[in-house]
């Protein structure tokens, strides 16, 4: 990522100096805050800093991350995470908040966002939250997650950049974090959980 803290984390390299923390930002119903947290600590001491209370899962590593559930990542150090929290950009999911719902979102903001230059990234990514969004309101149709799964294959290594093999990744980890809560939405059309608008950046569809 060419941005301000990739370069200043170049000159100290350049300079023969150690990287010894990390930029986090933790973005929440709430907004955005950015921590800056020494490698060895813990994620759950890091989002203690950014006034973060024990969320449900977490999106490590920007839209184009992974979903984990927080109690298996919580307790790990900010330097085993490593590739996986990437830039340090942490969707936090509060307990009582739809995961799919969120996934729709994030999966719609990726969508808006591409270039549109290339077919499976101009109709494989619409098409994923077109049917994402189906399943998260309860409207989904039977075959849903395989109609997903298969979209996402025809879409995973098939664009000029890899900003559609994130959104690929992103929804494979929400397809198992969130398993039990699609497949309520699939038996009740919901989970229980409300539908917050915690995605910042996203636009109407
Ligand atoms: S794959 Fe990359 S280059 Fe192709 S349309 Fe999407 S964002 Fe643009």
């Known amino acids: ?40 600590s813990t994620l759950a001491a890091a989002a203690a800093v950014a006034g ?15 979903w984990h559930r927080w109690d298996s990542v ?20 509060p307990r009582e908040t739809c995961g799919a719902a969120v996934t729709a979102r994030v999966l719609r903001y990726l969508a808006q966002s591409s270039a549109r230059q290339c077919g499976p990234c101009l109709f494989g990514l619409a098409d994923l939250a077109d049917v994402m969004d189906r399943v998260a309101s309860g409207r989904g149709r039977r075959g849903d997650i395989d109609r997903l799964q298969s979209i996402a294959a025809s879409v995973a290594s098939r664009g ?32 229980g959980r409300r539908h917050d608008h915690i995605v910042p950046g996203e ?3």
Do not use: K, W
């Not at 950049?161 to 309520?184: E, I, T």
């Open 1 to 40: 990522v060419h941005n301000v803290e990739t370069l200043a984390r170049v000159a100290t390299l350049t300079g023969g100096a150690a990287v010894t923390t990390q930029l986090l930002t933790f973005t929440t119903p709430t907004g955005q805050t950015v921590v800056e947290r020494d490698l060895d």
């Open 52 to 66: 973060v209370a024990s969320p449900s899962n977490v999106l490590l590593g920007g839209y184009g991350g992974t």
């Open 74 to 93: 919580s307790d790990r150090s900010l330097r085993s995470l490593g590739s996986i929290i990437s830039a340090g950009i942490v969707l936090t999911l």
């Open 160 to 191: 000029a950049c890899h900003h559609p093999d994130g959104a690929v990744r992103m929804l494979a980890s929400a397809l198992d974090v969130f398993a039990a809560d699609l497949a309520n939405h699939r038996r009740r059309g919901h989970c």
């Open 203 to 205: 636009v109407a569809a």
